[in-house]
């Protein structure tokens, strides 16, 4: 009898689960990144934002499924990692980007997260030296390249002012990656992706050149104080523009990307492959996607509690309202026949000293001095080794020299358990050091407890991750502007999710993870999400039958 009442009840409950109806394919999917934008400015900073009919920020808070404190599960959220997961649903222990930069075992020299010295840059000036670029070192597939697998005549067009905003967002199949090259002060691409800039872009490209040297104004709109930023430091970066308003500038300055005009840029070149590329108006679903790097440059520089940051979001929701009105003038059936993402790849940790006049334990961890112990320790025990023990250290990571090792004929593991345990034995080099731990305690599964580990295991690459690697504790950074970020804690890995369009039930939800997305528009599109998609399908989200 129980067994027929549990059967009973398992049928009705199912009977009560509404059915999604049957999905019509978008013309266009666009996905918005915004670097390095926390979980908290939309809400905080939605009093300024345009009104819902035009179609900006509060537009998409209000009509689409709002997750509002969506995660990140890395253990260091950083440019590089964050756009690769967006839309390969993967972590990083999968899709392979740790972080921006990691230290080749072999040549024992720094590779950037898409450097490819097999391609070259197109559309910047030949005497400039660039690194060669491409997805080369993305694992696995994106939902783009799925899509294309799924309708050859898709096309993904994806555009950043970072290259690896735009290179990992697009994956291996994209039909266009385009970024910014400040110092030719273009937009350019690979030839992994084009032997030429398309003319629309040359033309743009043009109209930029014409700009060099001009002057530059930003002064503030909204209403509040706008101290002179008395805990912002001056660096290469800001010390043309100042530190309080009006900032001033010439076009082509080091400050450049951090004016209106960067906020601007990449929604019209996005807008110029929407119109030239006749994105959307082909029968099968196109992805556009753009990340809005500007907000990174701002916040690095200036810190979340600047007015800076606060006239930079404003000044994005009109960029993005922009854009939106565009598509929805330009694609068949508009925004009704368009699903739109907004998310961002990372959020920010407060400025230390800012934190600290408000008597939140922070301070700045000394890598470097924590680097020479490393390097002096095994000097001392194994020898001086030539050229050394390890490379320069690169966010928390330590990289040994494993030429060293095999011409010393040692034990990889034995060293790196080594190194974490002597290195564990100075508190004093540790101030601001949460946990410590190396590669071999990731095989062993001996490490931090709980989030910590979690995090770990989904970032931890071999051969890209450090021997040694270390958590600071919370709020405590290495000094790069007025913040950074690169860790695991709420404010970095807490970001906006939303998503827009036909299928998507508004409203604000609890939960929903980056990861996510992919596979949940993979859902919706019938087609197979990317390769190491691990996120789930958002179905509360999703408009029942």
Known sequence: MKTKAFAALAVFCLSLTPALARVEKPKLILVIAIDQFRADY?????????PASKKGFNY???KGAYFSHAEYGLLQNMTGP???????????????IPNNDWVDAKTQEFVYCVEDQGHKTVGANPKNTHIGTSPKNLVGTTLGDELKNAYADSRVVTVALKDRSAILMGGHRA???IWFDAESFSWVTSDYYAAALPAWLVTINQFLQKKLGTELVWDKKLEGPSPENRFVPLTKYNADMGLAFPHKAKVGSPSTLMFPIAIEMPGEVAIGALKEMKLGQKKSTDILAISFSSHDYVGHSFGPESHEIKETTVLEDKAIAHLLNTIDETVPGGLDNTWIVLTADHGVAGNVQVLGSQKIPSGYVNQGAIAQELENYLTKRYGKAQPKWFGEPSEFNFYLNKNVIRQKNLDLAKIQAELAKHISSKPELLTGIAHVFSAQDVKNRTLPPEQH?????RTYFEGRSGDVMMIPRPNYLLQYGATTHMTGYAYDRYVPLIFAGGPFKAGTYAGGEVVDIAPTLAFLLGIIPPTGSEGKILEKALVGK
Not at 42 to 50: E, I, R, W
Not at 453 to 457: H, K, P, S, V
Request: net charge negative.
């Open 42 to 50: 939309l809400q905080k900073f939605s009093s300024h934002f345009l």
């Open 82 to 96: 964050g756009h690769a997961t967006i839309l390969s649903g993967a972590y990083a222990y999968q899709h392979g």
């Open 453 to 457: 580990e979690r995090q770990i295991l």
């Open 60 to 62: 998409l808070m209000d």
């Open 175 to 177: 039909d266009l990656a």
